[in-house]
């Protein structure tokens, strides 16, 4: 079934809609799978408020933090702006020696001499004035925007794993890509141009005033005419600039979706409804980028008429003056370029609040991620992460990835130090939802965990979860060398650990066999190794941490059965003096197990070892045998 442009946007960007679901994301009353799902299975959330005033004065903190140096900069623009504007009026003089025939023509040319030297050394002041002031500013625009990347990143690392499961992919990159990239575009051209524009500004209305009164007023009659036409085209062109930047985060969470699932795209024949789709993205795109860059463009042109107009007045009143007031043409002449200089700061503005619009759009969508909600930490500091035994108890506790429907119900169990607590059940029943609590990636609605006899809210994350290792399905491998990618269970480790934790896991043999051994490079998630060899890495990454608990979630299930026995290998001498969940659609993975928790639509509905649970001849024995299959 082809999904409509509405379809595709609610499920592609994160902020078409007034409330976030999990939507599709839960495979059933068991929540969402390993890590984050595809962007085509998130819901939608609150869409932020629009106030631009209260997004720039946020974007304008991190320019201003540079307080010694915009001081600096702000004294070599007034220095600029007043060698600018004196340099101009030296013109009068000039006009005035050329016109003046009262004296002779080589006293004219000394005082034109003259007065040209003047001008050459103050239009020189200026342009050394105007260089420091612009080398100051790119340094402090770059390391503005450098730290709002940082401080960005940073929060990334301080979000739950519920948001990244909620939202794209593409639609975060998009964030450090293109709206940066605009913020960093308006912070390096526009604060610069505004700040030298309002100077410009103030110091041109002064020498305005000073060189003829009764022109400046005309000139300030078509102000009204300049703020109203700009302010009514900014509310279009802000608007569209912020649909813009929403469906660019749309096309950038699909495409991201499309290149990751490529080669599922092409099993199932999936490429001509991609295209369509994209098109319907696309297509939309272009629409509202067309509908940002019109209003955004047409403010220039605008402007820069009624500036020609204001100009033309100027001239024609002007001249009236000369032959009636006697008003001097050295004064008409510059006051005409007065005219335009006190115009050009606001054509010069108006060309560029496309790049304004962009920049706020994108502030305001990286100021939605940094004011996200992030995990909340235990500040316990006398907590010791070193003497984790291993002694974890479940009591009552229910959890719902959302409001409306509860995926644990009143979960109660206990694992001592060194044993295998194994989860068994229907897709969906719960099993995953435990060793995600557990790990502290969603907070429990009611009920306690604890970690030998301390509630796991009253340790600090990095405590608890340098005391869990985890192996899954799904194994995530970043670019490096096999032995930086098993380190990364402990970066402090030694090579001679991460060799040993390779034998441990039964890695070490392939390893050998690679090309560079340890020193291999593995790129795209490990793509020039087998799924097996994978596995091994991510059980040689868990045995490295020598986490006291340790949780495999369906570690096997997307191998042969040959490399599973051989991943098997590595797994037992992992969970030696561990406190061991495992998680297993292939039963015979958990029949060694000191007990074993059938979950049914969250519920517990069977508890004890291999044998006695056989005995009962209930929905375990009902898997174990075949009777009844897997769901």
């Excluded at 499961?165 to 639609?171: A, C, F, K, L, Q």
């Excluded at 130090?417 to 969906?428: L, N, R």
């Excluded at 340790?459 to 995530?476: E, F, G, S």
Aim: with cysteine; net charge positive.
């Amino acid at each position: 079934m082809k999904r409509t442009l509405q379809d595709l946007q609610k499920r592609y960007n994160s902020h078409t809609s007034e409330k976030r679901t999990i939507g599709v994301a839960m495979p059933g009353p068991g929540g969402p799978r390993r890590g984050p799902v595809g962007p085509g299975m998130r819901g939608v959330k609150t869409p932020p408020s629009k106030n631009a005033k209260k997004t720039a004065k946020r974007l304008v903190s991190y320019i201003t933090a540079y307080t010694a140096p915009l001081i600096l900069v702000l004294f070599l623009m007034l220095f600029s702006t007043g060698t600018s504007l004196v340099g101009s009026y030296i013109a009068r003089p000039i006009i005035n020696n050329i016109t003046d025939i009262s004296s002779t023509a080589t006293e004219r040319i000394d005082n034109l001499a003259k007065i040209l030297s003047i001008m050459i050394c103050i239009y020189l002041l200026g342009v050394i004035s105007s260089y420091l002031q612009s080398r100051i500013m790119l340094h402090i625009s770059q390391n503005a925007v450098q730290k709002i990347r940082n401080d960005l990143f940073v929060k990334l690392q301080k979000l739950p794993v519920k948001y990244f499961d909620t939202n794209s992919t593409g639609e975060i990159m998009s964030r450090f890509t293109n709206d940066i990239d605009n913020i960093e575009m308006m912070i390096n051209s526009t604060v610069t141009s505004l700040i030298s524009g309002s100077i410009t500004l103030v110091g041109t209305f002064v020498m305005m005033l000073f060189t003829n009164v009764w022109l400046t007023l005309m000139v300030v009659c078509f102000i009204p005419i300049f703020i109203k036409g700009g302010a009514a085209i900014g509310k279009y062109s802000s608007k569209y600039h912020s649909k813009q930047q929403a469906a660019l985060g749309a096309i950038n969470g699909y495409i991201e979706e499309s290149v990751t699932g490529s080669k599922v795209v092409k099993v199932f024949n999936h490429e001509d409804t991609c295209v369509e789709e994209f098109e319907l993205l696309n297509d939309d795109m272009r629409d509202k980028q067309f509908k940002a860059q019109f209003f955004g463009g047409i403010m220039g042109p605008i402007m820069g008429n009624t500036s020609q107009v204001s100009y033309a007045v100027v001239a024609g009143v002007g001249g009236l003056l000369c032959l009636f007031r006697g008003f001097d043409i050295g004064g008409l002449s510059i006051f005409c370029n007065y005219s335009r200089q006190f115009s050009m700061p606001i054509n010069m503005l108006s060309h560029q609040m496309s790049t304004v619009f962009s920049a706020l759009a994108g502030a305001e969508r990286v100021f939605e991620i940094m004011d996200a909600t992030p995990e909340t930490d235990s500040e316990n500091a006398s907590f010791s992460a070193d003497n984790i035994k291993g002694h974890v108890v479940l009591e009552n506790v229910t959890f719902g990835y959302t409001p409306e429907k509860t995926v644990l119900k009143n979960i109660s169990l206990y694992a001592k130090p060194e044993q295998k607590i194994a989860f068994v059940g229907s897709t969906g029943a719960g099993k995953t939802t435990v060793t995600n609590l557990l790990n502290r990636f969603y907070e429990i609605n009611s009920g306690k965990i604890t970690i030998d006899g301390i509630d796991i809210k009253d340790i600090p994350l990095a405590d608890l979860r340098k005391n869990i290792a985890m192996v899954l399905q799904d194994t995530h491998l970043f670019t490096g060398t096999v032995m930086e990618n098993i380190r990364y269970g402990r970066l402090d480790a030694t090579d001679k650990e991460v060799i040993e934790a390779a034998k441990a896991a039964n890695a070490h043999s392939f390893i050998l066999r690679l090309a560079d051994g340890y020193n291999t490079m593995l790129e795209g998630d490990g793509a020039n190794l087998s799924q097996g060899q994978r596995q091994l890495l991510n059980i040689a990454r868990a045995a490295i941490s020598k986490a006291p608990i340790l949780v495999l979630d369906e570690a096997t299930s997307s191998v042969d059965t040959r490399t599973e026995k051989h991943i098997e290998k590595g797994m037992d001498r992992l969970m030696n003096n561990r406190t061991t969940f495992v998680i297993a659609h292939r039963l015979s993975t958990v029949r060694s197990s000191n007990a074993i928790m059938v979950l049914e639509h969250g519920e517990i509905i069977e508890r004890g070892n291999h044998n006695d649970l056989l005995k009962q001849k209930g929905r375990y024995y009902e898997l174990y045998t075949g009777k009844k299959e897997l769901d």
